[in-house]
Nanobody, 111 residues
Framework: QVQLVESGGGLAQPGGSLRLSCIAS????????LAWYRQAPGKQREWVAS???????TYAGSVKDRFTISRDNARQSMFLQMNNLKSEDTAVYYC?????WGQGTQVTVSS
C-alpha cells in the first residue's frame, strides 16, 4: 500500500509563490511516474504536471513556465514549485503515484 501526504498549500497573492510537497511511504517510489493534479470548485480534476522515473517533466499549458515539478527518490518525495501564481490556480492540489492519491492541499490565490 502507498500513503501520500501533501503539504505546503496556503494563501498567496497573485504573482506570489508556493511550494507544495508530497511525501510517500510504502511504495517502490523511484520506478513510478509521479504527477500533480488540481481541482477547483465546480470543475473537473485536471492534470497539472508529471515527472517520470528518468526525470522527464511535462506540464499543462496553463502552468508551463510557471510551475516546476521535481522528485527526490531518496526521500520518497515530490514537489511542485509554483511561481507567478494567478487567481485561476486556486484549487485543491493532489499528488498521485501509480493508482494512489493524497488527501490534497488547498491553494488559494487572492488579493
Amino acid at each position: 500500500q502507498v500513503q501520500l501526504v501533501e503539504s505546503g498549500g496556503g494563501l498567496a497573492q497573485p504573482g506570489g509563490s508556493l511550494r507544495l510537497s508530497c511525501i510517500a511511504s510504502g511504495s517502490a517510489f523511484s520506478r513510478y511516474t509521479l504527477a500533480w493534479y488540481r481541482q477547483a470548485p465546480g470543475k473537473q480534476r485536471e492534470w497539472v504536471a508529471s515527472i517520470t522515473s528518468d526525470y522527464t517533466t511535462t506540464y499543462a499549458g496553463s502552468v508551463k513556465d510557471r510551475f516546476t515539478i521535481s522528485r527526490d527518490n531518496a526521500r520518497q518525495s515530490m514537489f511542485l514549485q509554483m511561481n507567478n501564481l494567478k487567481s485561476e490556480d486556486t484549487a485543491v492540489y493532489y499528488c498521485t503515484i501509480a493508482h494512489n492519491w493524497g488527501q490534497g492541499t488547498q491553494v488559494t490565490v487572492s488579493s
